[in-house]
């Protein structure tokens, strides 16, 4: 059951929580806008797609992305704020301990937690695809339509090769299926042309098929072959924020499906995936750190709180930036690049708490 200090404290921090990413993230959109008016304008972007695909999905994403940031001044200013009218000496007085303190805390921390893994699995990735097209279009195109020498696992005795393809034209040049028995080639399909024909349907154009049996070869021609393979052309183009735009069930069968192919630039998207399951836990590490820094009422009031919650709310971002790219470009796993930040600033949030005033 809910008593009334943790009602108080609860819609204190978020309301200050909300409060803040509104304030922020208003600033944020003005920014930006400043930045990019020349290219709407200049590529005639139609104002409802501005608000509606652009600036509607634009908020969400930075919102979350630094949520901890929110956090940290949310829990300091609010924990600043009840030292400073001392209120939390007359909480101490009356028997409450510190312990009993943090229990509103960690239910706000909880409620931040979950918001924070529904909006990065399930709400922001279709919104990031519509802002990145919007993109695309108006601002500055960053993805591929061609693909070259692309190789890949289908299955697991087939390799599907292809020397150029044009996803517009939904067609391509130069390819080849290999089906091998253990380590021996068993047969092979060369095609001049291919074409997708949706679905797992693809056509071969001008194929030539050479079927192995020791020592001999069957040699079998033809004009078109349809063939069914697991195999849809998204699975040749990895773009920058790709990852982004997969909800998690898509993200982890993406993920199992590449490297089943043996395909290895897929590090992106399992930090991606990692991500997803720390960044929540975030919210519960910095609320810690806050009360445990701010809960005691000092000389030179809330300031000195509010200053040391921002640098320590971007340095666990800092942090959580330098480990994905130590993981990205380095032989570091993607599940300890995302989880470092969270064991060090756990860490500091164990012993902060141990020392906080009692």
Do not use: C
């Amino acid at each position: 059951m809910l008593k009334k200090l943790d009602i108080y404290i609860i819609r204190k921090f978020l309301g200050t929580f909300f409060l803040s990413i509104v304030l922020i993230i208003s600033i944020a959109v003005v920014f930006d806008i400043t930045e990019k008016i020349d290219d709407f304008m200049e590529n005639n972007a139609p104002l409802k797609a501005i608000i509606l695909d652009y600036y509607v999905n634009f908020i969400p994403y930075y919102a979350n992305l630094f949520s901890p940031v929110f956090v940290f001044i949310s829990v300091i200013f609010v924990t600043s704020k009840l030292a400073d009218n001392s209120e939390i000496i007359a909480m101490f007085s009356s028997g409450i301990s510190f312990h009993r303190l943090m229990r509103p805390y960690m239910i706000s921390a909880a409620i931040i937690a979950l918001l924070t893994f529904y909006l990065s699995s399930y709400v922001i990735p279709p919104a990031n695809k519509e802002r990145i097209d919007f993109q695309e279009v108006y601002v500055k195109k960053k993805k591929k339509d061609q693909a070259i020498k692309i190789r890949l696992w289908v299955t697991d005795t087939e390799v599907f090769s292809i020397d150029y393809y044009d996803k517009r034209g939904q067609s391509g040049r130069r390819a080849s299926i290999d089906e091998f028995n253990g380590k021996t080639l068993k047969s092979r399909i060369i095609a001049h042309d291919v074409e997708w024909m949706g679905e797992d349907n693809w056509r071969l154009l001008d194929y030539t098929k050479r079927e192995f049996d020791g020592l001999y070869e069957h040699l079998t021609r033809g004009d078109t072959m349809n063939l069914k393979l697991n195999l849809i052309p998204d699975d040749f183009f990895v773009f920058a924020g790709m990852q982004e735009q997969m909800s998690t069930p898509e993200l982890k069968k993406y993920i199992e499906r590449q490297k089943s192919r043996g395909i290895g630039n897929i590090k992106d998207f399992e930090i991606e995936y990692s991500r997803r399951f720390s960044f929540p836990f975030a919210a519960f590490i910095l609320t810690i750190i806050g009360v445990s820094l701010s809960s005691k009422k000092i000389k030179g009031g809330m300031g000195i709180n509010l200053g040391i919650g921002i640098a320590l709310s971007l340095l666990y971002i800092l942090f959580f930036s330098i480990s994905s790219t130590f993981a990205v470009n380095g032989n570091f796993s993607p599940a300890m690049a995302v989880w470092l930040p969270n064991i060090i600033f756990g860490l500091i949030a164990v012993v902060l708490y141990v020392r906080a005033p009692k």
